[in-house]
Nanobody, 121 residues
Framework: VQLQASGGGLVQAGGSLRLSCAAS????????MGWFRQAPGKEREFVAV????????EYADSVKGRFTISRDNAKNTVYLQMNSLKPEDTAVYYC???????????????WGQGTLVTVSS
């Protein structure tokens, strides 16, 4: 399976971006999809996850109320709408697939290549 993340870029603080992650190939059945991020010099951290049906979502406290994860299974695509962006949101954002709505990156089996988000102050 391949996960292709896109939509990153440079945005001013307070702005918005929408990331997309397109999946191709076959994974295990009904994968949950997550977003993680890694800032320079920091560990990869959980951002958000969504179940196969979309009925369950979880967010890191740092993004609650600002980011929204969604998915379109017909298009094999998951999205991350990011609003009210802050400089501390600057990172490479990765999408990943897992068997359930895990928040630990070690539980994810497939990873995309990452897309860079830079938020200027």
């Amino acid at each position: 399976v391949q996960l292709q993340a896109s939509g990153g870029g440079l945005v001013q603080a307070g702005g918005s971006l929408r990331l997309s992650c397109a999946a191709s190939g076959r994974t295990f059945s009904r994968p949950a999809m997550g977003w993680f991020r890694q800032a320079p010099g920091k560990e990869r951290e959980f951002v958000a996850v969504i179940s196969w049906s979309g009925g369950r979502t979880e967010y890191a406290d740092s993004v609650k109320g600002r980011f929204t994860i969604s998915r379109d299974n017909a298009k094999n695509t998951v999205y991350l709408q990011m609003n009210s962006l802050k400089p501390e949101d600057t990172a490479v954002y990765y999408c990943a697939a897992a068997r359930s709505t895990y928040t630990d990156y070690a539980d994810y089996d497939y990873w995309g290549q990452g897309t860079l988000v830079t938020v200027s102050s």
